[in-house]
């Protein structure tokens, strides 16, 4: 475990459709985060994890779109009823409780919506 | 005014220059600093991280951070072809009874040209 893996790298889909995305971050790495970035901008912070627990979600979030961290190692972002304001890279990160050390971003989702 | 803030550039620097990126930030209780570096089409990743006040200095790279004034910025000396890429600003804003985050700046595109 070298690093922080997201699956799958791209994604297609049509408007309307649901897509999930998968992260696993580094195992000793007890937060996971989810940004959202699109061209020319900074990530925008989406929602966090400690262990299992969902502690803040941004008022980017909206209600079509969920995370999970089941078992507070992987996580899921799932999207429903895609719209193509949606298309934009989705990046997971991962890190220490103690933020001092940065964050590790996995490789990003490049979701595209037509 | 945006929490963190960069000029989006580019900013154009002959080979073997110093590259001298500034990012400013709006919470006067923000407690980490990091420099993030992104290729066109992959993630951030992380070059620099500054806690304290004055420089800190990491091979080519050179982090300065003044408090006082909310201000951070980043030199890269030496410039090479290889350092063209978008730099991010990262700040560590303490959320209170839930953990924190990272909040990131816009990037400034940075060219080397040989």
């Known amino acids: 475990d070298t690093g922080v893996s997201q699956d799958p790298r791209h994604k297609i889909t049509k408007r309307g459709q649901n897509v999930t995305f998968r992260c696993d971050p580094i195992?000793?790495?007890?937060?996971l985060y989810w940004y959202r970035q699109t061209l020319g901008q900074g990530p925008e912070f989406l929602t966090y994890f400690q262990n299992e627990a969902q502690l803040e979600k941004s008022r980017l979030l909206s209600d079509r779109f969920s995370a999970e961290r089941p078992k507070g190692s992987f996580s899921t972002l799932e999207i429903q009823r895609t719209e193509q304001g949606d298309s934009a890279m989705y990046l997971c990160a991962s890190s220490f409780y103690e933020l001092n050390y940065g964050y590790t971003f996995g490789s990003g989702t490049r979701l595209t919506v037509v | 005014q945006k929490e963190v803030e960069q000029n989006s550039g580019p900013l154009s620097v002959p080979e073997g220059a110093i590259a001298s990126l500034n990012c400013t930030y709006s919470d006067r209780g923000s407690q980490s600093f990091f420099w993030y570096r992104q290729y066109s089409g992959k993630s951030p990743e992380l070059i620099m991280s500054i806690y304290s006040n004055g420089d800190k200095e990491d091979g080519r790279f050179t982090a300065q951070l003044n408090k006082a004034s909310q201000y951070v910025s980043l030199l890269i000396r030496d410039s090479q072809p290889s350092d063209s890429a978008t730099y991010l600003c990262a700040v560590n804003r303490m959320i209170k009874a839930a953990g924190n985050k990272l909040t990131f700046g816009g990037g400034t595109r940075v060219l080397v040209k040989p």
């Open positions: 195992s000793e790495h007890n937060r």
